[in-house]
């Protein structure tokens, strides 16, 4: 009751004299500012993303060794411990492991495998999904059952699963030895398939709600065609949910890597993601080199954590029933 | 007038905002006597729901009551705690919705929902409540009421579901009714058969009714006085007879000009230009001067104070007699 | 006088059927909702008519399948001579496109709000290809802006900085943009506050008097419809009841759902009238009454009007009235 004249009279106060304000001042204003203000975890966990990010970007620069180059490790500095302990050497902070490798250089390189194989996939998997998404929702009928029935299936099979019987077909048929970029390329593929369900079934829901409203008639009647509306107008007024589950889904996709990567369908030892460094540090965990799994570990953790709650709390933020 | 019911004096409710304290109603003063219907109207952004939620003691956070008294019948219930207040409502004071589906609980028989409203507050048995609660029914219209009132609210159409809320309402017979859009989600033909039951009902028994709505033509037909608003204030308020045929405030002049009646056959509407000022940006002086034809000097600085003309009071400066005589 | 558009035995049914599996395991049949029954109308170059009816009327589907949104489930719509669905006259048709446009309820919802006003009227210009080159494109853009009485400057705004009226204004600009000369208007003031509905009301007669546009106006209002028409359609449950001029229409209203409706309608001038309110509420769509839909509710009706529909003959379906009997 007390809402509507609220709504009505005060909701955007843009003061109309004043210059039609650019996108800056808009975002500036906006809510999702004062929200993400308002919300310490938000601000917490998108300073750790962005560290992770900036470190992973930056690990050519800043990690004492190139653990991808077998001519920089030797065999004299393997199994050593962290700085902090007795038998601990500079440059070694976070000691080597049983290849003399430095673990904090091989943390940072598998961190920028994990986040590029993880953007990666979750950008094919949004593409395939939202295509799919906004054809079954805007053109109904027999192509939208087929396409939804296709994405009830899949949703039947873990997507690990998934990942696992592609990663198997293409290697049975390219032969065992892949090189290095195509295996991420594999690897995108294989996380792409297993996540578009969640982006499609969420499209095309929103999709169905929207080409009922005005604006999309109205199109209809400029005279534009289905795809042009589509892209031009119906995508832009459905990127909220998307780019919530985007975040959240990022998480997901470094995960099903590093799971893929510890079962030894993904990245090689050669160059190891942080899901790889888990899988060899793991042998090394009862002998009392902890290090060599620990930290990756602890990295994966952090990724992954921090950008959960930065979805989570996007997810809120732009749901309006929440607020 | 006879007994006064309802007395609000210079009401103001402020919206505390990321952006600053916002003023949505701004010292409203109105009385509701026994038996007596006053319509609030005015258009979006007029303050008038607001004005309903500050009555019932229902305005949400960010909002609060920051100025004025409201009082019934002589007691003040502006400053009541929260629990004391909400036996107030439902007891003394009952409302109606504009959408009925929302003010009942689907989950429920209706009849439950008043027997439960009956045995809250007052001592009726339970055999008792339902017996009323039949007698209710009946009274409101609705046919066949002892077999109805173990239908569930999705059984009743738009029409007898604002029948029912409306037997809610009165359920605990309560002093005063805020009725805000009561018959905007109905069917024209509908709405006639609401209007014409809650005048009878509040006749019968005396109770105040304050109809909030933007229907100018429901007001015309239902209230006896009607008060309009302007950017959380009154402009004008007076016998619904007087202001509808005889305006004196400038805004409810070009209200009444706009509005496309039946009867008459103008070429055009008289129209005012421009818009109602956002919360934001409300005008120095008289928030309507930017819009009004016969906007002076005065206007633009002092706000007018309700005056006396006829039998209606007007809150324009045209009407001073001060003004008149310089 | 040619007709202009042309519409023939219209009808449409919604599937409303549950999902097939539960069709299947509940053993029910597939429903369908008549939601338009064989309307048939002319509209002459340059007037305005108007299809007044309440919720499940029917008026809304009419208009979206006379420009072309929903196709029609049977019958017809020619628009100067040309179907708007045989496959035949598609060429023909795609030429018609850009002369038929329609206004929506709520102007801020048939936009897109994150383009500039300016983008938004230049769209169909730029569908349609009717202007080439970007200076000429800005500049019609701004003829249209004064056209609908906003600034050229108002095309760098968005959407929310302009009030629901400017919004309208907007709305129409674009409408216009196309060149259009028929012009679809559902419930376009609906939405909007008395004081700014009479500003678009009378835009839209001065833009009528100005370009020799012709009108569908679609509205629930019969005193909006009185202004703005020169004939009107009344619809119930799908069904046109009653086709008449507007004059005739207000002060010899024939069918009795016009009559009632008429009567029921809260209006300005019916201060503190005592009324004899219409008893009963419009059906469920999906289970309309057999023979005359408005039997249950009609004070004439007889056995013939419960079992026979009465089909519209001399501007009026009502056996009661081509019987002599009202």
Redesign the interface.
Known sequence: MSGRDIDAGGA?P?P?QAA?PGRLARWRDSDLLASFLRSKTAIVALLATILMVGLAVAAPLISPQNPYDPAQLDLINSNLPPIWQADGQAPFYLGTDDQGRDVLSAVLYGLRLSLIVGVLGVITSGIIGIALGLIAGYAGGALDTLIMRVADVQLTFPAILIALVVDGVARASFGGALDVGPLIGLIVISIGLSFWVQYARTVRSSVMVEKG???V????????TPPVILVR?VL??VTGPVFVIATINLALAIITEATLSFLGTGLPETMPSLGTLIRTGNRFLFSGEWWIVAFPGLALAGLVIAINLLGDWLRDALNPKLQ | MSETILSVRDLTVTFDTRRGPLTAIDRVSFDIGRGEILGVVG??GAGKSVTGSAVIGLIDRPGRISGGEIALRGERIDNLPPEAMRRVRGRRIGMIFQDPLTSLDPLFRVGDQIVETLRAHTELSARAARTRAIDLLAEVGIPAPERRIDGYPHEF????RQRVVIALALAAEPELIIADEP?TAL???????I??LLKRLCREHGTAVMLVT?????I???ADRVAVMYAGRVAEIGP??AV??EPHHPYAV?????????????D??????G??PRLTAIPKGCAFNPRCPKVFARCRVERPEPILVGASRVACHLYDVTEKAA | MSAYVEVTDLRRLFDVSKPWLNRVIEREPRRFLTAVDRVGFTIAKGETFAIVG??GSGKSTVA?MV???LPPSAGEVRITGVSMTDPREAAARRRL??R???I???PY????P?W?VGKIIA??IR??NLIQGEGAIRARVSELLGLVGLHADDA???P??F????RQRV?IA?ALA?QAEFLVGDEPTSAL???????I??LM?DLQDRLGLTYLFIS?????V??MATRVGVMYLGRLVEVAAAKDL?ARPRHPYTR???D??????????A?V???G??PNPIDPPPGCTFNPRCPLANDRCRTEVPALLDGVACHAVQEGRA
């Open positions: 955007p843009v109309l039609t409203k005005d604006y008639q109205a199109a209809r009647l400029i005279g534009l107008h832009p007024n | 258009e979006s159409s738009g029409g007898m018959t069917d024209v033909s509908v709405q006639a058969q209007i014409t933007h229907d100018m033509g429901v015309a037909e239902a619904v007879a509808v045929r070009g209200l009444m000009g706009a509005i496309p009646t039946l009867s008459q056959e103008a055009r509407l008289s129209q005012i230009p818009s109602m | 309440e919720s979206r420009v072309g949104l496109r850009s038929i446009q329609m929506f309820q709520d919802a048939s936009m897109n994150r500039r769209e169909p569908a349609f760098r705004k968005y929310h900085e009030s629901g009226g400017q709305a674009r196309s506050d008395v004081s700014v509905q009479a500003q009301l009378n007669r629930h209002n019969l005193a909006v009185r202004h207000f009632m409706l008429l029921a309608v809260p209006d300005l001038a019916h201060v503190g009238r009324r309110p219409v008893s509420e419009i």
